[in-house]
């Protein structure tokens, strides 16, 4: 059975909207189309990457032994992946650098498309199938050999945050710390990481019928130089302007970085000037970064964004965090 591109929707899991494009591909997004407006005209960086296919997943349970559908690769920043998960367990790995010479990396010869089959064994399961977190991946002519029936969620999750939050770093899309965590915590939802970021109240606009259950911040690494925090004060003012002061929000402030020792002192100062703002909410609750990956290179892809042992780490001990916390 095929399914229709609105059919395909119940089972999307991480978009805010959908558009159906002319070929009939279908292309999720996780921001609102005043939000990637206004990235459009700050910065070309941004706007690639609000676009991207970040944390977007399918999610249901199933007898069906096989599943495939046509995809259209439109943007890509690093090469990661395409991943299955069957009863918790990833049992497939497709990377994008296999289907994309890499002379080609950078799309300058036009979006590449292909048809991904993935086989699973038989017996009811539940399955998740994760697209690469750092590209713009659509879909079209999904198709299954078996009904299926949507995941069950827990609350919906707004997640802010940059590059780490994005999922640059391990190459993999379902090994992101966001993705780590969330396979244990089965939170809905929707990642607005973009790689490059800062504490910027103007992207904090409506998101129309979008109401969260909570909200994650994890950013600051992109500008703990900053010789005030105004930008981090303003957007706390803005987020609770937003939001309201009862939805709880966690801050994670930023990991340790070794990519720059002279500035350590310099980010450290940085990080408690962030919990102290966020401090001053009662709806806000506080995860220090620095006490989440291990301050080893090996932990890391650059000495800046986690590879997969960091983002492992890091998720896991983020869950214990927000379990900690009653978060």
């Given at each position: ?56 997943t399918f999610e249901f349970t199933t007898e069906a032994t ?27 790995i497709v990377y994008m650098k296999d289907l994309i010479p ?8 036009g979006p590449k498309e292909g048809r991904l089959t993935w ?209």
């Amino acid at each position: 059975m095929t399914l229709t591109n609105e059919e395909l929707k119940e089972y999307y899991f991480g978009a805010y909207s959908f558009e159906e494009t002319e070929d009939g591909y279908l292309q999720a997004f996780q921001h609102t189309k005043e939000q990637m407006e206004y990235f459009k005209g700050a910065m070309d960086f941004w706007y690639e990457r609000c676009t991207a296919s970040t944390a977007k997943t399918f999610e249901f349970t199933t007898e069906a032994t096989k599943i495939s559908f046509d995809y259209k690769i439109i943007w890509t920043g690093s090469l990661d992946s395409f991943e299955l998960s069957v009863d918790g367990l990833i049992t497939k790995i497709v990377y994008m650098k296999d289907l994309i010479p890499q002379d080609e990396a950078d799309l300058k010869n036009g979006p590449k498309e292909g048809r991904l089959t993935w086989e699973m064994p038989a017996g009811k399961k539940s399955v998740v199938l994760y697209l690469p977190a750092d590209a713009t991946v659509l879909v079209r002519n999904f198709e299954t050999d078996a009904p299926l029936v949507k995941a069950k969620k827990n609350q919906k999750v707004l997640w802010l945050g940059d590059s780490i939050t994005q999922g640059f770093g391990p190459l993999r899309s379902a090994q992101t710390y966001v993705s780590v965590a969330n396979r244990i915590l089965n939170y809905d939802i929707i990642n607005q990481g973009i790689g490059g970021y800062v504490y910027d109240k103007k992207s904090l606009l409506p998101m129309h019928g979008y109401e969260p259950d909570k909200i994650i911040i994890a950013l600051g690494t992109n500008q703990y130089g900053s010789e005030t925090m105004q930008d981090v004060e303003e957007y706390y003012e803005r987020l609770v302007e937003l939001y309201g002061k009862k939805i709880p929000v966690l801050c994670i402030s930023p990991l340790w970085r070794g990519d720059n020792v002279d500035g350590i002192p310099t980010l450290e100062r940085f990080c408690e000037n962030v919990k102290k703002i966020a401090s001053k909410y009662p709806n806000v609750k506080i995860v220090d970064g620095f006490k989440l990956v291990p301050h080893l290179s090996e932990y890391y892809l650059d000495n800046l964004h986690p590879n997969c042992l960091g983002t492992e780490t890091y998720g896991r001990n983020l869950v214990e965090a927000i379990r900690e916390l009653g978060f």
